[in-house]
Structures are given as C-alpha cells and as structure tokens.
C-alpha cells in the first residue's frame, strides 16, 4: 500500500512539474490558459482517482482525459497553424503585387521619360487564390511632368470654351505605353489602360 501511495504522489509531482515547466514556456495568450486548465483538470483526476479506485467507478479515467486533452491540443494547433499560413499568405501576395506595380512604373517611366506616378494590375483568382501567370488588367496612370528649366509656364483658361479636353500626354504616346506592357507581359495590349 506504501508503495501505491508513493508512485501516486511522485506522478501528481511530476505532472505538477511539467505544468510549470509548460506554463513558463508558453507566451501569455489563449493557448496558455487552455494549457493551464488542462493540467488543472489533469491534477484534479489524479487526486480523484484512488477514490474511484475504491468505488470501481472507472479504472481508465486518465486515459480518457489524457486523450481528449491530446485531441483539443492537436485541434487548437492546426488552427492556429491555419492562422498564421493564411496570415503569410495574404502578406506575400501583397507584397508580390506591389513588387510587380513599383518594377512596372519604375521601367515605363524610365523607357517613356514620362511621369508614371502609379501602376496597378489585377490578377486572375482560380481556386479562391490569385493566379499569377493570369492578368486580366493593368492601369497605367500618367502624370504631368514637372515644369523643365528654361521652359515658361503656360496659363490655360478653364473658361474658354474653346478647350474641350486636356490631355497629358498625346494618343501616340498611349499607344507606345500600352504596347510597351504588353510586350513585357505577354498580355492582348486592350487589357492595358493608361489613365
């Protein structure tokens, strides 16, 4: 009987060691405090078991509870697995697309001497996720180019009635653009637009 009594405390002192020891690893959040009263709980049924013992209630109580504290730590890491891979996921997609856009406006500006202050490309999804190889857009948009030296500012009056429309750059230079990203892509030049 001595020795009974001896191994049930060495094993509540050993279960009560490891809950430190997982309780001082674990950063302060949900996961902790699941953790905590699992081995509570774990404790508790060690406690509880010689009487059960004695009543013949049940022999494989801890088995039980050693499972199902087993299954709720593998459910809880998958999510929070899932989590975090979704989380990676959205960030490189984000960081892909604007990788692309500030390359695309880096190079048109530099080959066209223009202005192009932004770029944005829209990407097929298959499958709920963005398809890379698929685009189905891209703008382009163009703005006016700083005043050069040695070149006067010119006045336009909104007035006139003369002026239909302004245009920053001229038809020719569109088309140069749009050809221009549809080479570099590989993409039908109607999915270009240049704003």
Same mark, same amino acid.
């Given at each position: 009987?001595?020795? +009974?009594?001896?191994?049930? +405390?060495?094993?509540?002192?050993?279960?009560?060691?490891?809950?430190?020891?997982?309780?001082?690893? @674990?950063?302060?959040? *949900?996961?902790?405090?699941?953790?905590?009263?699992?081995?509570?709980?774990?404790?508790?049924?060690?406690?509880?078991?010689? @009487?059960?013992?004695?009543?013949?209630?049940?022999?494989?109580?801890?088995?039980? +509870?050693?499972?199902?504290?087993?299954?709720?730590?593998?459910?809880?890491?998958?999510?929070?697995?899932?989590?975090?891979?979704?989380? =990676? /996921?959205?960030?490189?997609?984000?960081?892909?697309?604007?990788? @692309?856009? /500030? *390359?695309?406006?880096?190079?048109?500006? =530099?080959?066209? &001497?223009?202005?192009?202050?932004?770029?944005?490309?829209?990407?097929?999804?298959?499958?709920?996720?963005?398809?890379?190889?698929?685009?189905?857009?891209?703008?382009?948009?163009?703005?006016?180019?700083?005043?050069?030296? &040695? +070149?006067?500012?010119?006045?336009?009056?909104?007035?006139?009635?003369?002026?239909?429309? =302004?245009?920053?750059?001229?038809?020719?230079?569109?088309?140069?653009?749009?050809?221009?990203?549809?080479? @570099?892509?590989?993409?039908?030049?109607?999915?270009?637009?240049?704003?």
């Amino acid at each position: 009987m001595a020795s +009974i009594v001896g191994v049930w +405390i060495t094993n509540l002192a050993v279960i009560a060691i490891l809950a430190a020891l997982v309780d001082m690893i @674990l950063p302060n959040g *949900n996961m902790r405090k699941y953790t905590s009263f699992l081995f509570g709980l774990v404790i508790l049924v060690m406690f509880l078991n010689p @009487l059960f013992q004695l009543f013949r209630q049940s022999s494989n109580l801890e088995s039980i +509870i050693f499972k199902n504290t087993f299954d709720q730590a593998r459910d809880s890491a998958a999510y929070y697995s899932s989590q975090a891979e979704g989380s =990676y /996921k959205q960030n490189m997609e984000s960081f892909m697309r604007e990788s @692309l856009e /500030k *390359n695309l406006a880096a190079e048109l500006t =530099y080959k066209t &001497g223009l202005n192009i202050h932004d770029t944005k490309i829209v990407f097929d999804k298959a499958y709920g996720e963005f398809d890379y190889s698929i685009i189905q857009q891209i703008d382009v948009y163009v703005s006016p180019l700083k005043q050069q030296a &040695g +070149i006067d500012q010119v006045q336009i009056d909104l007035k006139d009635e003369s002026i239909k429309e =302004y245009s920053v750059i001229d038809n020719e230079k569109v088309m140069e653009i749009r050809e221009m990203v549809s080479d @570099l892509y590989q993409i039908d030049s109607n999915l270009v637009f240049v704003y």
